[in-house]
Structures are given as structure tokens and as C-alpha cells.
């Protein structure tokens, strides 16, 4: 359990319930560590977060580790096929079991003193016991996962709140793109030196784009999404074109509305007739994903958002996948997944370089951006500021969803 003084959560719950709408939070949600403990214990804990994929753990026996603050938790495909999740933390005293980013294993077994588990979680056997061990209460502490179109998510609360909601909007939206047969081409882990919510707050608008991202805006145009109270020159034309190619041909793309500001799923095209987001528009693999046909390369992307941590692209080729982890007040890792067919042959079917260029180059104005932004923020000159609303809208949305989630854990634990 994550203790933080009454005085630094009633102090939160104060500012919260006065803060103007559509404005930047003052200086300690983004520097001090005992807000950070809030905001693992009230958003981070209670929320499903996107953690794997299902294709990294495509055998039985595969796991991968995964820390998010202080906790470590293992993804594990069982032996009856299922993606299980549970705390990397030994029942006999505690010990990290699986130490390093990845396996394969019949059995799960801790290196301290060698207990073991199975895939399941359930324990599997040690040595010296005494005569009334009953090994039915000494399994791994679950974790609760849920899957969907080749994501696995977790929540690391006690009561999880409904997947299926999520689940039963995306798993359309995804289905063309056969996100269980594909593969990890390549992983990029950044740890940016600035607090998670900028590194949201930053993906969540495009007002930055031109100025910094040359390479993504072959691609996409500042205002082409949901979230924008405009579509700019020429977008609304292009928009009004493809959604009714994709009508035609039967392609899931309006916008959902049941996730509230929490998550939501929208197919949308590119501009410049880009195939997909390279710097040039031009194709990322010749083997598409799923069993999309050749004439189906144009579907632009699937962006897909769950609040608290995760962005993505879903294209006709090509997916590229983005896991925000919190780690303190001021770092953050950035996980992002370059994903193709998982029959597709590196340089004969895609050129990793350029596959990746476009994000790799991305995340690295991101990460300047995120982290000069979190140097300001720490100087005593910082007030917060005003999100322009004709283009920050997506982040003033991220910055109500975040303290209306706050307020209610405050609220709950009687702060």
C-alpha cells in the first residue's frame, strides 16, 4: 500500500476542486513525490493500463516482466493458451521471481530459494516444507489482465473496473488488422526525465507539430482528429472521401463515444495519400497485416487512446504502440513497439530504418519537448497557463479526466 501524508492529499483535493478548466495544474502535480504516490494510488493502480502485447507471448511457457512504479508484474501464457498476469513477487519472502525482461519456462521459480510455480500462478513445489504447508494458499498474487486484438492490459488494483466496454468497441476496429499474428520488429525504450502527465499531455495535441516533427507531418495534418474543433484546409474534403470508401468496403471508422474522455477508438486517414506514417507516405512492409487486400493499403491509421497510458497506430501494414510507465515525479518510461506481419522477412518485406524513422525521430523531439517543458515547470516562475482551445483540446480533456480521477480516489479515502 502506498502511504502519503493527509496534509499533501488534502492540499490536492483543495486546488482540484478550484481549478479552472481548460488551464495546466499547478507546480507539485508535476514535480513533488507525494503527489506522485496520489497519482499511482487514485489513476494509476484503479485503471486498466496497456502493458504487452499478445504476440510477446505467443508460446505457452512465454512471460514477459513489466514495473510500473514499485511493482513488478509477470504476463505469462498459460498452458490451456490463456495470458494470465500476476505480481513478480515470490510467496515465500518476497523475492523478484522473474529478474529478467523476458522468458520461456515450464515452471516459474524463484532464484532466492527456488520455489516454484506454475503457469497458472498456483504453487508448483519447494524444498524442507513443513508437514501442514498447504500449498493452495501460496500462489501468486494475481494481477487482473484483460486482452483484446492482440493487446494485453492490466490492472493492478483489488477490483477492477469493466474491460468489456473497451474491449467490445476496439475488437472491430481491430479485426481487419489480425493483431494476433504479428510480431515485434522492433522496441524502443526511452526514460524521459519529466512527469507521465506530460509525456500525455504532450501526445495529446498537435499545436507542437509543425514546429517540431518534419518527419510526422508527411503524414498527418495538425488538426485531422476527434478532438479538434476544426479540420483545417482541405482535411474535411479528404475525410468526407475515405470514410465513405471505407463505408463501402465495410471498414469500421466513426468515432467512438461510449468511453467518456477515458479511451476512445477512430480510424483516420492520412494526408498527401500516404499509405502509412513513414517520411515519405510510402508503405512500411509489402506484407499487410491481417487479410487486407492490396487495394485496402489507404486505411490510414486506427488511433486507439486509454487513458491513463497508451496511444496507438493501427495501419494497413504496421502498427506502432506506445505504454507510458510512471516511475517517479519527474521519470517516465516510454515503451514504444514497432509491429509487422509476423511472416514478414527484415529486408526483403520491410526495411527497419524505414519502418521506424518517422517515431524514432518523434520521440526524440518528445522527449526534448516533454523534459525542457518539466525544467520549466520546476523554476519558481512557473503559474500554469491556458490550453488554446481551438487545438489543445485533447489535452485540456486529459487534464479534466485526470483530476476528476484524483478527486474521486481523494474523495473515497476520506482526504
Not at 127 to 153: E, I, K, N, Q, W
Not at 271 to 282: E, I, K, Y
Request: proline share 5%; net charge negative.
Amino acid at each position: 500500500m502506498i502511504l502519503t501524508t493527509s496534509t499533501a492529499a488534502t492540499i490536492a483535493r483543495v486546488t482540484l476542486e478550484e481549478h479552472p478548466d481548460g488551464w495546466s495544474l499547478p507546480q507539485p502535480f508535476y514535480v513533488d513525490e507525494e503527489y506522485f504516490a496520489l497519482d499511482m494510488a487514485h489513476v494509476i493502480v484503479p485503471n486498466w493500463l496497456f502493458v504487452a502485447h499478445t504476440c510477446e507471448v505467443a508460446e505457452v511457457g512465454d512471460w514477459i516482466r513489466v514495473d510500473i512504479g514499485s511493482d513488478s508484474i509477470i504476463i505469462v501464457r498459460g498452458k490451456d493458451g490463456e495470458i494470465r498476469s500476476f505480481f513478480n513477487s515470490c510467496r515465500h519472502r518476497g523475492s523478484l521471481v522473474c529478474l529478467g525482461e523476458s522468458g520461456h519456462a515450464r515452471r516459474l521459480v524463484c532464484p532466492y530459494h527456488q520455489w516454484s510455480y506454475h503457469l497458472d500462478g498456483a504453487f508448483a513445489g519447494a524444498r524442507y516444507l513443513a508437514d501442514d504447508f498447504d500449498p493452495s494458499g501460496f500462489s501468486l498474487a494475481p494481477v487482473h489482465c484483460g486482452t483484446v486484438g492482440g493487446y494485453v492490459f492490466v490492472c493492478l488494483a483489488d477490483e477492477a473496473p469493466a474491460f468489456a466496454p473497451f474491449a467490445d468497441a476496439a475488437r472491430p476496429f481491430l479485426a481487419p488488422h489480425g493483431m494476433d499474428d504479428v510480431k515485434v520488429a522492433h522496441a524502443q525504450v526511452i526514460v524521459e526525465h519529466s512527469n507521465w502527465k506530460l509525456v500525455m499531455e504532450n501526445n495529446r495535441e498537435c499545436y507542437h507539430c509543425v514546429g517540431a516533427h518534419p518527419e510526422l507531418m508527411h503524414s498527418i495534418a495538425e488538426f485531422d482528429g476527434p478532438g479538434s474543433s476544426t479540420n483545417g484546409a482541405g482535411v474535411a474534403e479528404m475525410l468526407d472521401r475515405k470514410y465513405a470508401e471505407w463505408d463501402a468496403d465495410g471498414i469500421v471508422h466513426e468515432h467512438t463515444t461510449e468511453g467518456g474522455l477515458e479511451w476512445r477508438v477512430v480510424r483516420i486517414p492520412f494526408t498527401n495519400d500516404s499509405a502509412a506514417m513513414t517520411v515519405d507516405g510510402s508503405p512500411a512492409s509489402a506484407r499487410l497485416l491481417g487479410a487486407l487486400r492490396e487495394d485496402q493499403r489507404e486505411l490510414g491509421s486506427v488511433r486507439l487512446l486509454h487513458l491513463p497510458n497508451t496511444w496507438n497506430h493501427v495501419q494497413s501494414d504496421h502498427v506502432v504502440s506506445f505504454s507510458v510507465l510512471p516511475i517517479s515525479a519527474t521519470e517516465t518510461k516510454l515503451v514504444t513497439r514497432w509491429l509487422v506481419h509476423r511472416d514478414a522477412v527484415e529486408g526483403i518485406d520491410y526495411d527497419l530504418a524505414h519502418l521506424t524513422q518517422v517515431w524514432e525521430a518523434t520521440n526524440e523531439q518528445d522527449r526534448t519537448l516533454a523534459e525542457n517543458n518539466q525544467r520549466g515547470i520546476a523554476t519558481r516562475g512557473y503559474r500554469p497557463g491556458p490550453y488554446v482551445p481551438v487545438i489543445e483540446n485533447g489535452t485540456a480533456e486529459f487534464t479534466a479526466w485526470y483530476r476528476d480521477m484524483l478527486l474521486d480516489g481523494l474523495r473515497r479515502a476520506g482526504s
